[in-house]
């Protein structure tokens, strides 16, 4: 289950992250054309983002975030060729989690 | 499943000492305890009631410190791309929050001691509102927002 793309970049000691998850985002609130019945809600509920085990990030989402989620942050301290880890984990107890090195 | 009960145990371990246990034994720092999911933050129906549940407070005071990019018109109000920067010291979380959707708070993103005033993400939004950013520093609340218009709403249809 590869739902994550990421990318770490480090440039004078600042870290760009950027990933991209591959998710419904389901809010609840749709109807499914054909059968007239609410599509229930599945979205990702936190994302973390660890450094060398320390959580950088972490991201506490609600339904409103859009379909295939996109999310990019910052931080310092890291030099290139540490792991960082990616988790997600949604409404329905689902999760993935995906390691790079920053480049 | 295993999920589940890592959230009865935050929740139902607050309370009592195992978590304060486990702080001090470094298992769990206190930022990966504040971060069981607020569901009556994102469940609540107005701006100032998300705070409330998320923070404990809706008292914002304006600030030049953030800025929030965002487009002016959104076409597709279902992917609204929003970047918040701030140059406030000491942020402890940003959070985003669309005025008129049916929910506001659509994302709240904790920072660690070391992460620079800055995320990015794509929101949906029901309609045309103002967007919020709510920049927690120094136990303040600080915040600015930015109207979007939105031509085709992103939430039911």
């Not at chain 1, 609840?28 to 936190?46: N, S, W």
């Not at chain 2, 701030?86 to 660690?112: Q, R, W, Y």
């Amino acid at each position: 289950m590869a739902s994550i793309k990421i990318r770490a970049k480090v440039s004078d000691g600042v870290t760009t992250v950027k990933a991209l998850v591959k998710h419904p985002m389901e809010t609840g609130q749709r109807k499914d054309k054909k059968t007239g019945k609410l599509i229930p809600a599945h979205f990702i509920q936190e994302v973390t983002c660890e450094h060398n085990g320390k959580a950088v990030m972490t991201a506490l989402w609600g339904p409103a975030i859009s379909k295939n989620p996109y999310l990019s942050f910052k931080f310092k301290g890291a030099s290139k060729g540490d792991t960082l880890k990616l988790s997600w984990v949604d409404n329905r107890g689902e999760k993935d989690s995906v390691e790079t090195q920053v480049s | 499943m295993i999920n589940m009960k890592r959230r009865t145990f935050l929740k139902g371990s607050v309370a009592a000492g195992a978590v304060s246990a486990a702080v001090g034994a470094g298992l769990l720092t206190p930022r990966m305890v504040l971060a069981a999911w607020p569901t009556n933050a994102f469940q609540a129906k107005s701006v100032d009631s998300a705070l409330d549940a998320l923070s404990g407070s809706h008292a914002l005071e304006g600030s030049d410190k953030i800025s929030i990019r965002a487009p002016d018109i959104a076409e597709n109000g279902a992917v609204v791309p929003v970047s918040v920067t701030t140059t406030i010291d000491g942020v402890e979380s940003i959070s985003i929050l669309a005025e008129k959707n049916a929910t506001p708070l659509t994302a709240s993103f904790v920072l660690g001691p070391t992460t620079e005033g800055f995320v990015s993400t794509r929101i949906k939004m029901g309609k045309t509102s103002s967007v919020i950013a709510v920049v927690k520093a120094g136990g303040k609340l600080y915040s600015t927002g930015k109207e979007v218009k939105v031509t085709i709403g992103g939430c039911g249809g």
